[in-house]
């Protein structure tokens, strides 16, 4: 056997794994894939020897391209329950699309330790909310309009891009903050995921990486066979989480996934810092 084939069959069982713990951990406790994803990716490409500047790019391109097959299946699931509230998804749709690609003008001239930095601090910020957010909570009693509305799009876009995720993580919070029910901001927010990754995948499709750090089958920053096995798997088994959520109660398992989420964070910090 190569060198070649045995790495592509390591990258391929890593890759299963990880597909497989993502769709999960999505249909369990509703956090996008991408916030597994993209750490996951980052340990495991290091792990095949793919390092370089531009390996986060990596990680968030294709894990936002994963990000647009599992969103528009959600949201077609979730329309045909009448959950997904098209009045917030066509007024957030334009400031969200603009900061999707604002995001991927910046990453793309980021250094990979530079956006480990910020999907640390960003990640902690999420565990945070995951671990001790109360469903009470609220900013106001209706979704926001104008200009507070733009701002709250665009730098909801930019942040999702920069950490390589979809509308979940904080297009939820936001909305349910302002008195959106849980179920129709999930529904949602996976609208607001095909509006980040859509813009966003297209521009990294263009960036240009270098060949030594590129594992293969990478079309610009997209990895081909990472997206293949993860959308693969995250269908596969993101009904188990679903069927896993229904049959116990998934607060404390929130808890424990903010906990395993803020080290996550942590650790990205630390190396991203070179302590």
């Not at 996008?32 to 500047?53: D, E, N, S």
């Amino acid at each position: 056997m190569t060198a070649d084939a045995s790495l592509l069959i390591q990258m391929f069982v890593l890759l299963l794994a990880i597909g497989g713990l993502a769709g999960v951990l999505a249909g369990l406790l509703g956090v996008g894939g991408g916030i597994v994803l993209v750490p996951a990716f980052f340990y495991a490409f290091q792990a095949l020897g793919y390092g370089g500047p531009q390996l986060m790019q990596i990680c968030l391109a294709t894990s936002l391209a994963t990000i647009i097959v599992t969103s528009v299946r959600s949201v077609m699931s979730h329309n045909k329950k009448g959950a997904v509230d098209w009045e917030i998804l066509r007024g957030w749709a334009p400031g969200i699309a603009v900061g999707a690609i604002i995001g991927v003008l910046v990453a793309a001239n980021l250094r990979s330790v530079t956006l480990q930095f910020v999907f640390g601090c960003l990640g902690i910020v999420i565990g945070a909310y995951l671990g001790f957010g109360r469903s009470e909570w609220r900013l106001g009693q209706a979704m926001p309009k104008g200009l507070l509305q733009r701002v709250l799009s665009t730098v909801m876009g930019f942040m999702s891009v920069l950490m390589g995720i979809g509308g979940g993580s904080f297009g939820v919070p936001v909305m349910t903050l302002f008195n959106t029910p849980i179920h129709r901001a999930v529904a949602t927010a996976a609208g607001f995921g095909v509006l980040i990754a859509v813009p966003s995948v297209i521009g990294f499709l263009f960036l240009e990486i270098d060949a030594a750090h590129r594992p293969p089958l990478t079309i610009g920053a997209v990895n081909l066979v990472a997206f293949a096995i993860i959308v693969s798997m995250t269908l596969l088994t993101a009904p188990i989480g679903v069927k896993i959520a229904h049959a116990m109660d998934p607060k404390p398992l929130r808890r424990v996934f903010a906990l395993f989420l803020t080290l996550v964070a942590l650790n990205m910090l630390r190396k991203a810092l070179g302590w």
